[in-house]
C-alpha cells in the first residue's frame, strides 16, 4: 500500500514570495491533517479535513495560510506571502478516520530567506 | 496551557535497560493515544495506539494508559542504540478527535 505522498522536499524562498505544497494520502483514508514543525518542537496542527470539509483550522494564520482539498483526496497548503518565521517542515498526514492512527507523509523542508 | 506535556529530555538509558517515556494530557474526554518515533531529519513514524486504560504489547513496546490520572507512558525493553530518537507523544481531542503533539522526549541509548 503506498504511503503519504508529498511534493516538493525542498523549497527555499523569499520573504514575501508564495509557495504551495501537495499532498496525496494514503487510498481510502477520510482525514487528512497539515502540521508545521519547527526545529526541536513537535508537530503543530494547521488545518484538519475530513474529506473535503475542514474540521478544525484554528491555529492556520489564515492572512497568509490557505488549503484545501478539493474532491476529498489530494490537499494543497499555500503561503501568500511568507515569512521568516514560517521556516518549518510541514508535514501532511491521514488516518482512515478521525482519531484512529495517522500516518505521515515525508514532509517539506521550507526555508524562507 | 500545554495541551500535552512531556519532558524533553535528552533521557540517557544505557544499552539493553529499559526506557520509561512518559505524557500528560489535559484533556479528560480524549479517546485515542499515540506514541510516534522521529528519527533526525525524518517525519514521525507511528510505534504504538492505545485507546483504553491499561497495558498494550507489541514486541519490546508496552504502552500504558491511565485516563484517570490523565497520563499515558512508553515503555522500550532491552533498548538499542537504533532506538535513539526524538518519542512524540499524541492525543486525540475533541469530538472532531484533532490529533494534538507534544514537544517530544528525546531518547539516547549508549553502548
Known amino acids: 500500500e503506498a504511503g503519504v505522498a508529498q511534493s516538493p522536499r525542498y523549497k527555499i524562498i523569499e520573504k514575501r514570495q508564495s509557495v504551495a505544497f501537495w499532498c496525496n494520502p494514503i487510498s481510502g483514508h477520510a482525514t487528512l491533517y497539515w502540521y508545521q514543525q519547527i526545529l526541536g518542537q513537535g508537530p503543530k496542527l494547521l488545518i484538519q479535513f475530513q474529506n473535503n470539509g475542514v474540521v478544525d483550522d484554528s491555529q492556520l494564520p489564515k492572512d497568509r495560510f490557505s488549503a484545501e482539498r478539493l474532491k476529498g483526496v489530494d490537499s494543497t497548503l499555500k503561503i501568500q506571502p511568507a515569512k521568516l518565521e514560517d521556516s518549518a517542515v510541514y508535514l501532511c498526514a491521514s488516518s482512515l478516520r478521525q482519531g484512529s492512527e495517522a500516518f505521515f507523509g515525508q514532509g517539506t523542508r521550507l526555508t524562507v530567506v | 496551557q500545554k495541551e500535552v506535556e512531556q519532558n524533553s529530555g535528552p533521557l540517557s538509558v544505557p544499552e539493553g535497560a529499559i526506557a520509561s517515556l512518559n505524557c500528560t494530557y489535559s484533556d479528560r474526554v480524549s479517546q485515542s493515544f499515540f506514541w510516534y518515533r522521529q528519527y533526525s531529519g525524518k517525519s514521525p513514524e507511528l510505534i504504538m495506539s492505545i485507546y483504553s486504560n491499561g497495558d498494550k504489547e507489541d514486541g519490546r513496546f508496552t504502552a500504558q494508559l491511565n485516563k484517570a490520572s490523565q497520563y499515558v507512558s512508553l515503555l522500550i525493553r532491552d533498548s538499542q542504540p537504533s532506538d535513539s530518537a526524538t518519542y512524540l507523544c499524541?492525543?486525540?481531542?475533541?469530538?472532531?478527535?484533532?490529533?494534538?503533539f507534544g514537544s517530544g522526549t528525546r531518547l539516547s541509548i549508549r553502548p
Open positions: 499524541a492525543v486525540g481531542y475533541s469530538s472532531a478527535s484533532k490529533i494534538i
